[in-house]
């Protein structure tokens, strides 16, 4: 089945063909860090790390730019109060050039516990400044930027258009308007070069043709995917909340700068949601990390495995629950991986299935369920594991790296083991539920499969490496 993905700009999924053949653009905005990531950011990341991987399983070569905005994130969207930097630099005591080090670490090892793939580019908005000023100045020869007190804004009035990403009613934003425009012309008009305070000396500032100051959050995107991608490119990616404000002012600079939309394709991830439909944020105090997961002794790519049993365009709802039953799915899955032998072919009917559903909008769960299929069915175990391998090409278990903890067996355990053996050989049943029952209450678990007894310590997340038959 061909690859069709959903385009946030055409609300429709359709078919996908690069601009340059056998290559792909991918531009995907990344953290503003001045604090650490919370799970629900990290489920668009993962989202499109399974893009990446779908297109490479495609035969695509994929150019995989993510940024790091350290500068310019006000914390508002709508170009209300401070730098998000300045914030964090005073909540810390650090310099802003500290947290944005700090954080941009703690992401990057985030990103590497989930097992997602390097882009090939991660660039920074600090390091860009000669760039944005360039586009900036564009914008202001194109005749869409006008000055004000506090910075420079870009006229949405001159494009019929704006919006259109979002769908936004400009009409009604203008008139349910509630907050005071300052020296703004428009609602929708957005900062692109705000002014130093003049009594103020800021951490992170710079001299322009303007004055001294800093960027708007939204140039940094445009200049930055223009300098690695073109300014015509395959696919720009983002979480939910930036279509109405964050990606709708990145196509209007990039239209008025360079007459195009930026990127063929607009993709977004929806949000993890906590119990009821709680956004997961920074800000309302729901902030799980991946730091919390592991605290409790769960693999964060239990996580992973959890964020692909939906579909990247429908809400998660994140509970415990679900994330201890996707760490005991993984586990098995694992277990099962690992039993098998090497040197098997890729079983092409389970391989077809499973790439029509990847190819249909990245359909991952029932990619899943096709696994789960794969692994109960009656195929030689090495053509399983090759199978299985394949697949994980794009799920991202890591599967080849996971090793079981050998765990050391008493001999009384063992007895007990070799004994229910026996009993299940002679069709012993209750015997063998007896002995069961005699390993659990030592802390063992048992489990029944073709391949004989898996002993399984409880509480403990990895098996021992012991069948008994």
């Known amino acids: 089945m061909p690859l069709a993905l959903y385009d946030t700009w055409s609300r429709s999924v359709r078919p996908f063909t690069p601009i340059h053949a056998g290559q792909v653009g991918m531009y995907c905005c990344g953290p503003t860090v001045y604090d ?93 400044i000669a760039e944005q000023i360039a586009f900036i100045g564009e914008l202001e020869r194109a005749g869409y930027v006008y000055r004000t007190d506090d910075g420079l804004y870009f006229d949405t009035s001159k494009q019929d258009n704006y919006g259109y990403l979002a769908r936004l009613d400009r009409a009604g934003l203008q008139a349910g308007k509630r907050v005071a425009l300052g020296a703004k012309k428009s609602v929708t008009d957005f900062a692109v070069w705000k002014f130093s305070p003049p009594t103020v000396k800021r951490q992170m500032e710079w001299e322009s043709p303007w004055g001294r100051g800093f960027p708007g959050w939204h140039i940094e ?9 073109g300014t015509w490119f395959d696919i720009h990616c983002g979480g939910e909340d930036h279509i109405a404000v964050h990606h709708s002012n990145e196509v209007a600079q990039t239209e ?23 956004k997961m944020s920074k800000s309302s105090g729901d902030f799980l990390r991946i730091q ?46 690992s039993s098998w032998p090497d040197a098997g072919q890729v079983d092409a009917q389970f391989a077809a299935r499973f ?15 096709v696994v789960w299929e794969l692994v109960k069915s009656d195929l030689p175990p090495a053509t399983l594991k090759a199978t299985f391998d394949s697949f994980d090409t794009v799920l991202g278990f890591g599967l080849r790296d996971w090793k079981p903890v050998e765990s050391e067996i008493p001999e ?24 069961r029952q005699m390993l659990s209450a030592l802390g063992w ?17 990895t098996t021992p490496a012991e069948n008994s038959s």
């Open 412 to 435: 009384n355990v063992r007895a007990l083991l070799d004994e229910r053996a026996r009993a299940r050989a002679e069709k012993d049943w209750a015997n063998a539920d007896r002995l």
């Open 256 to 278: 008025a700068a360079h007459g195009t939309r930026l990127a063929n394709f607009w993709m977004h991830g929806h949000f993890l949601t906590l119990d009821a439909d709680t």
């Open 221 to 229: 995107c445009s200049a930055m995917s223009a300098k690695y991608l």
């Open 292 to 337: 919390t997961l592991t605290s409790r002794n769960i693999d964060p790519l239990a996580y992973r495995y959890l964020c692909l049993t939906a579909h990247y365009r429908s809400k998660l709802n994140f509970n415990w629950a679900a994330l201890d039953a996707a760490n005991t799915a993984l586990t098995r899955l694992r277990n099962l991986y």
């Open 445 to 461: 678990k048992v489990e029944d499969g073709k391949d004989g007894q898996r002993l399984i310590e409880i509480g403990v997340e």
């Open 36 to 128: 650490y990531a919370h799970i629900g950011n990290l489920r668009t990341y993962l989202f499109e790390d399974v893009l990446r991987r779908v297109l490479t399983r495609n035969g695509y070569q994929v150019r995989h730019v993510v940024n790091i905005t350290d500068v310019g994130h006000l914390t508002s969207d709508a170009d209300e109060g401070e730098d998000k930097m300045e914030k964090g630099s005073r909540r810390t005591g650090e310099s802003a050039w500290a947290i944005a080090r700090h954080y941009t670490d703690a992401f990057v090892a985030d990103w590497r516990a989930l097992n997602m793939l390097e882009p090939t580019l991660w660039c920074r908005a600090t390091d860009h």
């Open 355 to 369: 790439d029509a559903h990847i190819n249909e909008d990245l359909n991952l769960p029932r990619a899943l369920a």
